[in-house]
């Protein structure tokens, strides 16, 4: 099962891509959200489920998972196929963040809920009561919503530049097919992706106002 938990579909030949580790991440992360949610109800008592919801999407999301998987050195054992080794697959956070779920399935598969609860929670256990949790990175939020529930990936364009140059004010607008496009705007273009992206999550209702705020 661990072989299974590390192996990428791409590995193996396509008729027998389900002995891949697709099966576990999708079990992995159910695993993951129960155990967290659990801790986050205990943690915080007085949270309202707006603020429960948006620590538990900073903790599951791509970014926080493949930082995860990079501090226990999973990408040296992944098995990979030839293409997704030729292209850094080992160091990728879509892979390393499936391959951390996968490996929660499996855990939760050998050993049961309780003992895979206290791993996670081992590993989760500084994000958890971080101060910082509720500063969300709204882009890997987006980017893992699109990756579930949407056809394809964010588009992130710049519309405008103003400003002086020595104070320049960018200007982002987000897309994606079949939801209503966001502007966001900041003092550098990664600030600016995110402001459009928390703007693009409020105006489609994917969160609540108290979430995105």
Excluded: C
Excluded at 131 to 160: G, H, N, R
Aim: charged fraction near 25%.
């Amino acid at each position: 099962m661990l072989t299974q938990a590390l192996t990428h579909p791409s590995a193996l030949p396509a008729e027998n891509a389900h002995e891949g580790w697709e099966r576990l991440e999708f079990l992995g992360d159910a695993v993951l959200e129960l155990a967290l949610s659990e801790a986050l109800y205990v943690l915080y008592p007085d949270s309202p489920e707006g603020e429960l919801t948006q620590r538990r999407a900073a903790l599951v999301n791509q970014t926080s998972l493949a930082k995860k998987a990079r501090e226990i050195h999973l990408g040296e054992k992944l098995i990979l196929g030839k293409g997704e080794e030729k292209s850094g697959g080992r160091n990728k956070d879509s892979i390393l963040a499936d391959a951390m779920e996968a490996l929660f399935g499996a855990y939760f598969l050998e050993k049961g809920y309780e003992r895979a609860k206290r791993v996670i929670l081992f590993l989760f256990q500084d994000e958890l009561r971080s101060p910082y949790l509720l500063q969300a990175d709204y882009k890997s939020i987006l980017q893992e919503y699109a990756q579930k529930y949407a056809s394809s990936l964010p588009l992130y364009q710049i519309v405008e530049e103003k400003g002086l140059p020595h104070a320049r004010v960018f200007v982002v607008k987000v897309s994606l097919k079949g939801h209503h496009s966001a502007l966001g705007s900041g003092t550098t273009k990664k600030a600016a992706e995110q402001q459009a992206a928390r703007v693009f999550l409020l105006k489609n209702g994917i969160f609540k106002d108290e979430l995105v705020r």
